[in-house]
């Protein structure tokens, strides 16, 4: 069995990466390139020796045409989405889902009508130290948890010795396109982690910062409020050199800190007990397959995936809370 994929749009920094990763696939073939921008979709079609077309529908239309990579402006991708589950294409889609609530929706009524495969790409729920945290957390070693910080930064709006804006494109600071700046873009991760973690919480408040002048935030807090008292902290930036990604994890029993070096945890749980010093666990749970090669298996072979549509909708819907915070300088319920 061999899937024709098609990629729609080159928006997304990671539109390449996907496909290479297709293309990494014997079963998998890049068929068609459709792209908003008619310029950037030939130059992509014309590397990869497919067609590009300039109309959407007409790509859909095609029977020959299996499944699809979306990587088009988020503010697009209830259109595109939704256009492809009704030509009954699987799809594979960088996140975030949507800008809005509402939207996301309206895709997951239409991907659910298709009964086609979907993934939404959340890369860091198939790590395995992000899975390590989720096993040592949902074990009770950290006891209630009481706060949770995670802090994902770069700095790609910062200048460098090859551009004066940065090295992300111009695109990911428009409000319009991306429904946001450095949180919806790259606090998508510390966000989606935190949801897997903790759940959903009761309400969202969140604090914007304009470093580099531009018309979206690149430095973002948001608090999460939960029902048990717990209290969660996601941070996200664009214009920080060096940031090393960072996890802190505290509860009632213990507590776990996490960066790009280091991975080490306490509890009153473990036989040494708390003062006797922290634990750095050389045993790992086997990391999962990244989401491409889950879309890819649950469409030739059935096999079950481990990122869901719903987790999608949690994303978006924590999003678009914190941006209604960060407008209206008060607390937004995730009930209203």
């Known amino acids: 069995m061999t899937i024709q994929v098609a990629m729609l749009s ?20 890049i068929a068609a390139v459709w792209d908003e921008l008619p310029e950037r979709g030939k130059a992509q079609a014309e590397k990869l020796g497919v067609p ?60 659910r009508e298709s009964g086609k495969s979907f993934m939404i790409s959340l890369p860091r729920l198939t790590h395995a130290v992000n899975l390590q945290v989720k096993e040592i957390i949902d074990a009770g070693l950290l006891g209630q948890i009481t706060y949770l910080r995670v802090r994902l930064a770069h700095d790609g709006g910062l200048p460098n010795k090859n551009s004066s804006e940065g090295w992300l494109p111009p695109h990911f600071y428009s ?35 304009y470093v580099t002048g531009r018309d ?10 939960y029902a048990d008292g717990a209290l969660a902290v996601v941070e996200a930036g664009f214009a920080s050199r060096l940031s090393p990604f960072t996890l802190e994890v505290c509860g009632t029993e213990g507590c776990l800190m996490m960066d790009d070096f280091q991975f080490r945890f306490r509890s009153t749980k ?5 003062q006797e010093g922290w ?13 491409m090669d889950q879309w890819i ?30 407008a209206s300088g008060k607390s937004v319920s995730i009930a209203e």
């Open 52 to 111: 590009f077309y300039d109309n959407l529908e007409t790509l859909l239309a095609n029977p020959q045409i299996d499944a699809v990579v979306v990587d088009a402006p988020s503010s697009m991708h209830e259109e595109v989405i939704t256009a492809a589950a009704k030509a009954g294409k699987h799809i594979f889609t960088e996140k975030v889902l949507a800008i809005t609530t509402e939207a996301a929706d309206r895709i997951i009524q239409a991907v």
């Open 10 to 29: 080159y928006w997304h920094v990671h539109a390449e990466d996907y496909a290479r990763q297709v293309q990494a696939r014997p079963e998998c073939r």
């Open 175 to 209: 409000k319009e396109q991306c429904g946001g700046g450095a949180l919806i873009d790259l606090g998508c991760h510390p966000m989606y982690l935190t949801h897997f973690y903790l759940g959903m919480p009761e309400a969202v408040s969140a604090q914007f910062g």
């Open 270 to 274: 473990l036989e040494l007990g708390a």
């Open 279 to 291: 634990i750095s666990p050389v045993k790992r749970p086997e990391a999962l397959p990244r989401p």
């Open 216 to 225: 979206v935030e690149d430095n973002a807090v948001v608090t999460l409020r």
């Open 297 to 326: 298996d649950h469409i030739i072979h059935g096999t079950p995936t481990t990122i869901s549509i719903d987790q999608g909708r949690a994303l978006t819907q924590l999003m678009e809370a914190a941006n209604l915070s960060a």
